[in-house]
């Protein structure tokens, strides 16, 4: 393995499109972000957090990763779009089987994104909560040879770069901004997640009350270099009068964030990895799993230094669950002058969520690149979102009141082995939540939050234009598709309020299998997802990784059939669940219920009278003696 690694870093250093990273994966003892809990967490050759991965509009990442845990691991790229390699997108159960323990797995993953924030995660067995993540930058082309076979589906469209050039890329480190800066936002467990995960989803949690996180972080990246320390003890410098940009990454598994810079004024040109034209903002707003990047001015003067504040939102946190020493309000340090005092914050500048810090919405804002909006959609998908226990016992999310199970084999194989019966959205299973979406269409997702929280949904393979928008209830947007903007907004994670609904739409030219799901890791796990099976047909001229049929073999896992692994495409012996909505009315059950009930309710007067009877003749033989 260490030869393998010296012989990745020198080719490194010859191929420069040809980026080779070797990630071993183990657990590491004794982490104490916070200084209150030491743990064990999930680290990367050694170390925790761990190196960041940066690369080219153009480049090819080979990354092999071994896994040295005690299950399997996979490894999603958050926001890339995977062109015709669908197996690589790391979605456990849907495009692969994940990596059995003690093996390796060698991602590789043309960059065919534009240039913006990203970052990579575990998507298996929780690991994400424990640490498995790291940011992901994408950089400019580093010539203009590099964009002649690039394409970004980022809407659904191929949209061909060989028109751009470095010279026409809009915010550039150098000339738009002096030096850049990653911030990682993320909440904190004191308990790993296969702790967390058995108390989550039991039937003696009816209500749902999600794990609320003991701590939140914050620290930083300098390009491949991680600052040391989190919160207080992270530092950033700034100097006089350059402009820096902070590429803001909520890495959590539940926490919302707003972040300002004290007396700072910002301007957000990033979303999603979608570069958007200069927009002011005193505070930004992080869902889970979504990036924003901004410009900020820093002062003429080095009078003073300042805090980043990070604010976790604690609307979601169940109080029953939140714990005493639970902390909301998190900063890190902006240095300009080690030997000057902290300016001291002024009423106006701290954040209320009031008019001095209104939230910037992401349909005000526009695309560097504009797209038009897609025509009318061929299909309209409708997402209505609901919580409640199920059959099994446990409160689960759902889609349509059907919650998610992993199939019993990855979705894909069984798209690619299944032939025309791929079609069929009956032989995924039922808690497989598949749709069958025809290739070179455009499709609308109409999604509707009923629940009592706000949710932020990712979509795998895509990012998607927010064609409209209510946060209140009052659009309907299967009925209403009024876009807001000619140019819209276009991202690949949207945060939904309760009772609020949006409608998203894409065109279907990247084949491939691709979950669409809450990206809060507990609702997840409790199956607040559907996967979209887009271009069946073409997904089967797909040549699979040896490799991932291998893994799922090493593993007993099928490589052939359909959602319960079986050949026969409708035999459904042995899939996952089903879990269903718990049957109402005089089912079987209840009747038995009534009739153990009534039965013992009639023994038991029984009983009395006849313990009755017994008093009473007792008393009579007391009375003639």
Request: glycine share 6%; with cysteine; hydrophobic share 40%.
């Amino acid at each position: 393995m260490q030869r393998l690694s010296l012989l990745f870093c020198l080719l490194s250093l010859v191929t420069a499109d040809i980026l080779y990273h070797n990630w071993t994966i183990t657990w590491l003892e004794n982490q104490n972000p916070d200084k209150l809990f030491p743990r064990r967490v999930i680290g990367v050759n050694g170390q925790w957090p761990f190196e960041p991965i940066i690369t080219h509009v153009g480049d090819t990442l080979i990354l092999n990763v071994t896994n040295h845990l005690d299950s399997f691991v996979s490894i999603h790229g958050h926001g890339l779009i995977f062109h015709n390699t669908t197996y690589y997108d790391g979605a456990t159960m849907t495009s692969q089987c994940g990596i059995p323990v003690g093996a390796s797995f060698v991602y590789r993953i043309p960059i065919q994104n534009w240039a913006g924030t990203y970052y990579f995660h575990a998507h298996s067995n929780g690991q994400y909560v424990d640490g498995l993540r790291t940011p992901h930058i994408i950089l400019p082309p580093r010539n203009n040879s590099e964009l002649e076979n690039i394409v970004d589906v980022d809407l659904g469209n191929e949209i061909n770069l060989t028109n751009l050039t470095n010279s026409t890329v809009p915010y550039r480190n150098g000339i738009d901004y002096d030096d850049d800066f990653v911030v990682a936002l993320g909440d904190w467990y004191h308990h790993e997640h296969s702790v967390l995960i058995k108390q989550f989803l039991s039937e003696f949690n009816p209500t749902g009350a999600e794990p609320v996180p003991d701590h939140g972080l914050i620290y930083y990246y300098h390009g491949a270099d991680l600052i040391p320390g989190f919160n207080d003890d992270a530092k950033i410098k700034f100097e006089a009068g350059k402009k820096y940009r902070l590429r803001i990454i909520n890495m959590s598994a539940f926490a919302m964030w707003y972040v300002w810079l004290e007396d700072h004024d910002m301007k957000i040109i990033e979303i999603d990895g979608v570069e958007v034209t200069r927009h002011p903002a005193k505070v930004v707003d992080l869902s889970v799993s979504q990036r924003v990047s901004v410009l900020i001015k820093a002062k003429n003067t080095t009078s003073f230094n300042f805090k980043l504040h990070a604010n976790m939102d604690i609307e979601m946190f169940d109080v029953s669950a939140r714990p005493e020493s639970l902390v909301v309000n998190y900063t890190s340090c902006v240095i300009y002058n080690e030997t000057a005092p902290f300016y001291s914050p002024q009423p106006s500048d701290l954040f209320e969520g009031d008019e001095h810090y209104p939230l910037v919405s992401d349909v005000d804002l526009s695309p560097v690149y504009p797209e038009e909006i897609l025509e009318e959609p061929y299909l309209n998908v409708s997402l209505n979102v609901f919580f409640g226990v199920l059959d099994d016992g446990a409160n689960h999310g759902q889609f349509n009141n059907k919650t998610y199970l992993m199939a019993k084999m990855p979705t894909f194989l069984t798209v690619h082995s299944m032939k025309n019966h791929s079609l069929d959205a009956e032989i995924y299973g039922y808690n497989s939540n598949v749709y069958i979406l025809k290739g070179g269409e455009v499709v609308q997702i109409n999604l509707y939050n009923w629940d009592a929280n706000s949710h932020p949904f990712h979509f795998h393979g895509h990012k998607f234009q927010i064609v409209s928008r209510s946060d209140d209830g009052s659009v309907d947007p299967e009925k209403n598709s009024i876009p807001f903007q000619e140019n819209p907004m276009r991202r690949d994670a949207i945060t939904v309020p309760s009772g609020g609904n949006v409608a998203l739409r894409f065109r279907t030219v990247n084949p491939g299998t691709w979950l669409f799901h809450c990206h809060i890791q507990w609702h997840f796990e409790s199956g607040l997802a559907v996967q979209f099976i887009e271009d069946p047909i073409a997904q089967q001229e797909f040549k699979v990784p040896q490799q991932i049929l291998d893994q799922c073999k090493a593993q007993g896992i099928p490589v052939e059939g359909n959602g319960a692994g079986n050949m026969d495409p409708y035999d459904l012996n042995g899939q996952s669940g089903p879990v269903k909505q718990i049957e109402m009315g005089w089912t079987k059950r209840a009747i038995g219920a009534l009739v153990g009930c009534t039965l013992s309710a009639i023994l038991g007067l029984i009983a009395v009278v006849v313990y009755s009877m017994e008093y009473q003749a007792e008393i009579k033989v007391k009375k003639e003696t």
